[in-house]
């Protein structure tokens, strides 16, 4: 029944000059569906790495100690100031290189490129996120602080009960739009090779001559994942909402 639907599908789009022959040829669609699987794969990595580093750096940047904030706060500059495709060209090029001479040679070398690809984009929207935390932490009324204090708390009970729980809820929109730009970064990893969805299609492209056929599907891939993505974060904010505070009313 998958087939005959396949094929009805193909017949379909044919008549409006659109080609999706590949999706029956077992070679091609298996390419394409790889794709498919790895970028699902990376967005569902990606998303809980960011968000641990993300109140890791906040939690540095906020500790009133410069030895942890202030190299943080150099990461974020360098992140946030430079190109995601430069940091990955960069960090595969130059570190992997690095890393490879170290071990004496790239065959003694474990980090592959897809580990490259969850290292730049995992940092560097979790620096984004570490802003947005900040942010949020910061804004924390001092009374509620104090009221924290008075009861014998120590600062890193405050930071883990008080500040972070409020700074979140206060940080979600920000956070949800560095989430929706995480699953659009998840395509620079084709240029190292990595065959998420974009490099795929590319494979299947360049025998076909399919472009516009594939980057139809691309575009609506991508939109479906960010709007389910948006309407999960906006969910997780009316959930989480403090009334007076925030976001919440």
Known sequence: MGNSIL???????????LHYEFLSSGYESQIWRGGFITTLYLIVLLIPISLLFGLIFAAMLTSGRKALSAPVRAFIEVTRNTPTLVQLMFSFLVLNTL????????????????????????????????????????????????????????????????????????????????????????????AIAVSEITYASIMVWTQRDNVVELMIVILLFFSAINLAVARIGRWVEKRLAVPGFGVGT
């Open 7 to 17: 094929q009805t599908f193909i017949g379909w789009t044919g008549k409006i000059g």
């Open 99 to 190: 890393v490879s001479n170290g071990l004496g040679g790239a065959q003694h070398n474990p980090l592959t490129p897809f580990f490259w690809v969850v290292a730049v984009v995992g940092l560097h929207v979790a620096a984004l996120h570490a802003d947005a935390l900040r942010a949020g932490i910061e804004a924390v009324p001092e009374q509620t602080v104090e009221a924290a204090r008075a009861i014998g708390f120590t600062r890193l009970q405050i930071l883990r009960f008080v500040a972070i729980p409020l700074a979140v809820r206060a940080s979600l929109p920000a956070i949800v739009n560095n989430m929706i730009n995480l699953v659009k970064l998840t395509t620079v990893g084709n």
